[in-house]
């Protein structure tokens, strides 16, 4: 580049035109050369960040539109709370060369979109408004939908002139959601919990049709005919971590986005939609076409709450599973009710073929990168096609029999996907335990594997390797209509995926029984006692009288990286449970620090006498952490349902475990006999 004289020289127009055009070809040509030099570079760096073995399709970005997201190169940058549209500026703050484009989804939200009366800061609490005039005003924010977004909440019968949409954090709405979580007498606490709303395609079964046109305001939205898409669909999860918190912390945070990842790869539609609806249509109008020219007909509170058929203290107490009393003392905890019956998966409107490319591409990087155990692995819910044996018969039509694509099968696949990012990423760790090993570069590692990120692009777990787990129980709430899950005259379904020995337990609102959804995944359960003695050389029996594999009390959890090729899987266990109009009171999500040390009929019974499930949650924490024998830590989430305010009314009320509650505090404050 030529170099000016300081001094001001006299020129002509021409000659200044002269001078200018070439400065400008000169700068030009610099700042190209310094932009190609920059994507070679990125370029290298981004190779260290492709998932899956390099695998998946790659999107190039250049520099110039780089440039234009107005981030630094390299700078990871959280995911925008805007909508539909994140991913765009999400990979190009990761990957801003090379890089995988992620397909659009929205959001995870800790708060939820509803309408609360317009008219009164404080409406009457005996106002026939439903259940909405408990949700704190002072807590809403306005709420402006966007593109994309899901329809608010909608009380029925209110006129919609009288109602704003505000959008409310979840654990403000106490009469409506509660947790409560201690750590007992452990020194740090490795219990963590998530609750929120969650962005992918409804998955409830459609409401019953009314044979007369609803008298709902059809301005209110439903879930049909909105402008902004399907309902909200509500997440609840609480996760019990072992040997430290970092994996339970890492689901707290990552798994809720597996999943609505998992919901876009595998292009999961919304089962409100009609069947010929293609997806290219609803990508085009942004919305499911309307079921039906009429709506589902919600009857009012009292209504709902009414035809509830209560059963008798005499009907019910025969089925009460509590623990017995002998001269005075607790003998020991009952055993745990056998959990409800789940419904057949449904077949989902997926991508059929991409979907079982998907499951098979990650059963063989379970095969190849764990082994043992998963050399043979097959997911009950996953849709591979079965290799017929020689001498079996072939089905009728001559095709390989597989099981449906199912929202079961994207919820295994999140699981799994999210167990395998993790003992892959504590595989490239230096181990703190073995210095010689930490000596040897990382491609020496037994389990290396491509490097992948977490749906948020932040890294997992800390600078070393982390050898413990975590357990989890995650619950999901879909309704065919904008009325709230909460609402006595709702119908809504509830899916739960549960790994390890945390529990979900419903309350049934005409016995007053707990209705557990999930069993404990424990060595010694017949099915996973069966499906272990295959790799695992011996079942080993503690003090306590529990058996263990390996030292771990569960066969089924998160991470456990030393104790995988010998079947400590991920793999869930899936139930679908279909929720009538006040059917249940209520939904409980508890750690082993509180089912370990209450029975199900005594974890329940406490919420009934609770004003509201805030109340109730930390009822049940603070006692068992008062009568407990180890001090675990103890977490316990509770959600209203349609039966809450009649929740004390069926079979013996709370009153069927009062006494054995009243001698465990007793025993546990009498220092004479000391702890149970």
Known sequence: ?????????????????????????????????????????????????????????????????????????????????????????????????????????????????????????????????????????????????????????????????DLTVVRIPLRSAKHHFGVSNLRGQRGYNEDTHQAGTIGMPAFAKRAPVSLVRSQMSRSEGTSADSAFGDPQIFYFGVFDGHGGSQCSEFLRDELHGYIEEAATEFRLQSSLQKQNQTS?????????????????????????????????????????????????????????????????????????????KLESELVEEYRNTVGGYFRRFRPRHFSIPEVPRPGSSPSPDGSVVSKPVSLESVLTYAFLRADLDFITAQARKPDPDDPYVSDFPLNRDEILGSPHLPPSGHGIGGSVRFKGGSTASVALISTPTPAPFWHPGAHSTLVVAHVGDTRILLCETATGLPRPLTSDHHPSSPTESRRLRRFAESLVTDSFGEERIQGLANSRAFGDMQSKRIGVSAEPDVSRVELGPAQYSFLVLVSDGVSGTLADQEIVDVIKEARTPDEGARHVVELATEISADGDNATCLVVRLGGWERRSEGGVGSLGTKEIRDIRRAEALDPRRGRR
């Open 1 to 161: 580049m030529a170099r000016f004289p300081r001094r001001l020289v006299a020129v002509g127009p021409t000659r200044a035109k002269t001078l200018a055009e070439a400065l400008s070809t000169t700068t030009t040509t610099i700042a190209r050369s310094k932009t190609n030099l920059l994507d070679a570079f990125m370029g290298y760096v981004a190779t260290f960040f492709l998932h899956g073995g390099g695998k998946a399709q790659l999107k190039h970005y250049s520099m110039s539109a780089y440039a234009a997201t107005g981030l630094a190169a390299g700078r990871r940058h959280a995911r925008p709370h805007s909508g539909a549209s994140t991913f765009a500026l999400h990979d190009a703050a990761i990957y801003p060369c090379d890089c995988y484009r992620r397909v659009p989804r929205r959001s995870f939200y800790n708060y939820f979109v509803t309408h609360l009366p317009s008219s009164s800061l404080h409406p009457d609490s005996r106002s026939s408004s439903g259940p909405h005039h408990k949700l704190p005003r002072s807590a809403s924010t306005p709420h402006t939908p966007g593109p994309g977004s899901s329809p608010a909440v909608s009380p029925p019968n209110m006129p919609s002139r």
């Open 280 to 356: 290219a249509e609803q990508a085009q109008t942004g919305k499911p076409e309307p079921v039906d020219a009429t709506i589902s007909s919600l009857p009012d509170k009292e209504t709902a709450l009414n035809r509830v058929e209560m059963k008798s203290a005499e009907e019910v107490q025969d089925k009460l599973k509590v623990p017995d009393i002998v001269d005075g003392s607790v003998k020991e905890q009952a055993p745990h009710t056998e959990p409800l019956p789940s419904k057949e998966p449904l077949a989902a409107n997926v991508d059929i073929d991409k979907a079982i």
